[in-house]
């Protein structure tokens, strides 16, 4: 049976097929991945009898985050570990977006300030902490400052690359309708750069929660930080599992509100990634 040239055309302005992977398949897998998880992280802890104060169960871990929610013990902790995940993202990822923006367009500070930058990441923020609240204290402006030094430097290369990755064409246009060097950073190369800026905004996100907490197990008064060493301290396994879900948490919510805000930033761009101009 042959086939007509009319409905060969017809076929090829057709809709596209739906992708297999749909939203609601999407969040059934995930679902079924967490299900199967504890499955077998309740199978293996009973099946190996692991006592409860070295390694609790799925159910024990539930019970301990319920505990610990329902006490109002966390909440004050909570507050000021937030407020540090928060301040210091919002230091550190300003800082890393401005100095990137600089050096992206300057080869010159590319060559004096980026070897300098490189060499400051290097170091383990463990090793420095302790400066850090030697210098700062041990309230929550150490902790603020630890947190933006983690997030700063995966902004700022993301910036650089963003900045650089703007077509060559595009802005030998602009200057060749005298555009100034602002208009250029506006209307070419801030464009190409935003969709790597929230990937290294996604990243310091992460890296923010694990900041805050790392200069609270330095040195702190409150915070989840000095709840988890508490807990560890009164053998309270299962209060440091449920601290951590907490924590987790966190980072799953922050997570989903940055891509949110992506989304209503970058709302020019096709979500389906092989119809993009720009790539992350």
């Not at 297999?20 to 199978?43: D, E, K, Y």
């Not at 933006?148 to 077509?167: E, Q, W």
């Not at 905004?201 to 200069?215: F, N, P, Q, R, T």
């Amino acid at each position: 049976m042959s086939t007509s040239g009319a409905e060969i055309e017809a076929g090829s302005q057709a809709d596209p097929p739906t992708p297999w992977m749909t939203t609601g398949r999407r969040r059934v897998l995930m679902l079924a991945v967490l299900v199967a998880v504890l499955a077998l992280w309740h199978l293996c802890v009973n099946a190996f009898a692991v006592s409860h104060l070295i390694f609790p169960g799925p159910l024990g871990v539930a019970r301990a985050v319920y505990d610990v929610l329902a006490s109002g013990e966390i909440w004050p902790h909570l507050w000021i570990t937030l407020y540090e995940i928060l301040a210091g993202f919002a230091l550190g990822a300003l800082a890393g977006f401005v100095l990137g923006a600089l050096i992206g367009q300057s080869a010159v500070l590319e060559a004096v300030l980026y070897p300098y930058v490189v060499a400051f990441q290097t170091v383990p923020k463990v090793a420095v902490a302790p400066l850090f609240v030697l210098w700062f204290g041990f309230d929550t402006a150490s902790k603020v400052v630890i947190t933006a030094t983690i997030v700063f430097f995966p902004v700022l290369a993301n910036t650089i690359v963003g900045l650089r990755s703007a077509p060559r064409d595009q802005i030998d246009l602009m200057r060749a309708f005298t555009a100034s060097t602002w208009h250029v950073f506006r209307m070419v190369r801030l464009p190409h750069a935003l969709p790597y800026v929230f990937a290294g905004l996604d990243i310091g996100i992460v890296l923010a929660v694990i900041g805050a907490i790392v200069g609270e197990f330095v040195g702190a008064q409150a915070g989840l930080g000095v709840l988890i060493l508490q807990m560890e301290a009164q053998a309270d396994t299962g209060g440091s599992f449920a601290v951590c879900v907490v924590l987790s948490v966190i980072g799953i919510v922050l997570t989903a509100v940055l891509r949110r805000v992506q989304r209503r930033v970058l709302h020019w761009m096709p979500a389906d990634a092989s119809q993009r101009t720009v790539n992350v």
